[in-house]
């Protein structure tokens, strides 16, 4: 590469990177979308409508432990930490290492953990964490978009991470996710929330204490 080529595209780095830091996460979560649009599925983070509906029915006393699967640049994380108890976790796990950065620059909260990896191997990340079972899962995954096989074997590591009486919280913009839920879980509560872009499904999974450790673990 010549001199003049190599400037040119130092300028262009330094363009992009002051364009970035002036729209903050929107930038993050824009340049996180174009490089992999497919796992990230969505171009607009989640309204403080949908935040707000999703988190209403956890019990917020008894729990030590909520994990997020696909934060991007942590629209739920925050909200979360403000109801947290000041001895649980918020542990969050995205495989796109520019979310993860950022979330870990951005987000001080010695109660934060984040993680860079898939959902799938949610078990493992949680023992590394010094737990055996999370209270609460939320998940933001585009899970119609995933590949092959992904979806069922993440449903299906949460179900056997999630304690009795715990819950399963999935929001979407198309109602596929609830498939790859009712395979495991009995009891599950819904809505849509129209003020969002675009409006999205809304799923509660409950592990039921009647469920016990039922046939699909
Ligand atoms: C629609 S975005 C979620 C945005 C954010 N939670 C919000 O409320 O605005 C989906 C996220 O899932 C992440 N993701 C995709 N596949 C994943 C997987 N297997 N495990 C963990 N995260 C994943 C993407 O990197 C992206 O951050």
Redesign the pocket.
């Known amino acids: 590469m010549s001199g003049t080529e190599l400037a040119r595209e130092a300028w262009s780095h330094k363009i992009k990177r002051r364009v970035r830091n002036a729209m903050g996460p929107w930038g993050v979560f824009i340049e996180?979308f174009v490089r992999?649009p497919v796992?990230?599925?969505?171009i607009v983070?989640?309204s403080r409508f949908t935040i707000n509906r999703m988190l209403a029915p956890v019990d917020w006393g008894n729990c030590k432990l909520f994990v997020e699967?696909?934060?991007?640049v942590g629209?739920?994380c925050r909200p979360v930490l403000d109801r947290l108890a000041r001895d649980g976790m918020l542990l969050v796990?995205?495989?796109?290492p520019l979310?993860i950065d950022y979330l870990r620059r951005t987000i001080t909260d010695s109660r934060f953990r984040a993680v860079l990896g898939?959902?799938?191997d949610v078990e493992d990340i949680v023992r590394q964490h010094g737990f055996e079972k999370a209270d609460y899962v939320l998940s933001?995954?585009?899970f119609s978009t995933?590949p092959d096989g992904?979806g069922p074997a993440?449903a299906a590591a949460t179900w056997r991470v999630i304690r009795q009486n715990g819950a399963f919280l999935v929001y979407q913009f198309t109602p596929r996710a609830r498939d790859f839920m009712a395979r495991h879980f009995r009891r599950i509560d819904n809505a849509l929330e129209p003020l969002n872009v675009p409006p999205c499904f809304m799923y509660w999974g409950w592990k039921d204490a009647a469920d016990g450790q039922v046939a699909n673990d």
């Open positions: 996180g992999n796992m990230v599925g969505s983070p989640s699967y696909g934060p991007g629209t739920f796990i995205d495989t796109n979310f898939s959902a799938a933001g995954l585009p995933l992904v993440i």
